[in-house]
């Protein structure tokens, strides 16, 4: 069975920073692509930044280009996504996903490509 924990979410002023970590469960993690999405409630879910299972190909929405970083140490079983510059708009619960292959493809932004799912951590920006 997969596990995806994440960790390192939290309040934080406009204008910091936070890292969150997604440890994972099982010895096929180096293996698939790896992503972070949002929600607020009442929308839908959020692409935010994806990684492909060797490091080589990273996505990010437009919404966070240039503030976020997305990578992973397979080593360890982790994927990260070191925030800066966050504004309150970037407050929600962030869920990071297994990808379904090594490569996300066109459709890294859609959840379809994700099997499975953290049980999030809340970040929360004040302003």
């Known amino acids: 069975q997969v596990q995806l924990v994440e960790s390192g979410g939290g309040l934080v002023q406009a204008g910091g920073s936070l890292r969150l970590s997604c440890a994972t469960s099982?010895?096929?993690?180096?293996?698939?692509?790896m992503g972070w999405f949002r929600q607020i409630p009442g929308k839908e879910r959020e692409f935010v930044a994806g990684i492909s299972w060797i490091g080589d190909t990273t996505y990010y929405a437009d919404s966070v280009k240039g503030r976020f970083t997305i990578s992973r140490d397979n080593a360890k079983n982790t994927v990260y996504l070191q925030m800066n510059s966050l504004k309150p708009e970037d407050t929600a619960v962030y869920y990071c996903a297994r990808g379904r292959g090594g490569y996300l493809g066109s459709s890294y932004s859609s959840a379809g490509s994700y099997d499975y799912w953290g049980q999030g951590t809340q970040v929360t920006v004040s302003s």
């Open positions: 099982g010895r096929t993690f180096d293996y698939y692509a």
